[in-house]
């Protein structure tokens, strides 16, 4: 089957635009992660969403950042006022419920000029 | 708080020898731990949980409560094996997965 998918693969903004980043969970799964993944580091949690519990955010960096989940499906984060140090790829993963396995998209290459 | 660290970024070895990730981990509860493997220009992917208790590609990893310990294991290393591999950790209510730095395994001809 379909796994999960995201969108753009690729995203270049100018400085303090917003930009909205895409992902699509596998059906079924109740548990959506987002992560940020820096050149030469590891992965930096952001946000995680199980169902219909209130989300944990205490992974994003900033109030900038933010993240919905539509539906139990379909998530988006966005970026306002973009910064450079912003530029990462960042990855989505869903899993079935929290603490089974993880699949990730190819995540969404963010750079910001 | 969670954490778990990886104190190699690089670990170069030779085709046919052992390889070692080590990975610790800093959790006051039970923890799950997981190996992920991200090879080159792929997703990155489960390698092995210590719940299944399994071997995967012929990589093992002994959960350690005593030393904190979730080390991955292999005697004898394959050029295919070369990736970027991560330890990680998640409570058992699965909430908010830790992920390790990362440890880049080369495997040399």
């Known amino acids: 089957g379909a796994g999960v998918s995201q969108s753009p693969s690729n995203k270049v903004t100018e400085k303090g635009k917003d930009v909205e980043l895409r992902c699509d969970p596998i059906s079924g799964h109740t548990a959506l992660y987002w992560y940020r993944q820096s050149l030469g580091q590891g992965l930096e949690f952001l946000i995680y969403?199980?169902?219909?519990?209130?989300?944990?955010k205490s992974g994003l960096p900033s109030d900038r950042f933010s993240a919905e989940r539509t539906g139990g499906s379909v998530s988006t984060l966005t970026i306002q006022r973009t910064q450079q140090e912003d530029s990462a790829v960042y990855l989505c993963a869903s899993s079935l419920q929290g603490a089974y396995e993880q699949f990730f998209g190819p995540g969404t290459r963010l750079t910001v000029l | 708080a969670q954490r778990v660290t990886q104190p190699e970024k690089l670990l170069s070895v030779f085709k046919g020898a052992p390889v070692e990730l080590k990975c610790n981990y800093s959790y006051s509860g039970s923890p799950e731990l997981f190996w992920y493997v991200q090879y080159s220009r792929q997703r990155l992917q489960l390698l092995l949980r210590?719940?299944s208790r399994e071997s995967i590609k012929g990589f093992t990893a002994d959960l350690n409560k005593g030393e904190t310990s979730f080390h991955l294991k292999k005697p004898f290393a394959q050029e295919e094996d070369s990736a970027m591999y991560y330890c990680a950790l998640a409570k058992v209510n699965g909430q908010n997965f830790v992920f390790g730095p990362g440890t880049r395994l080369s495997v040399l001809p």
């Open positions: 210590h719940i």
């Open positions: 969403f199980q169902g219909n519990s209130a989300p944990d």
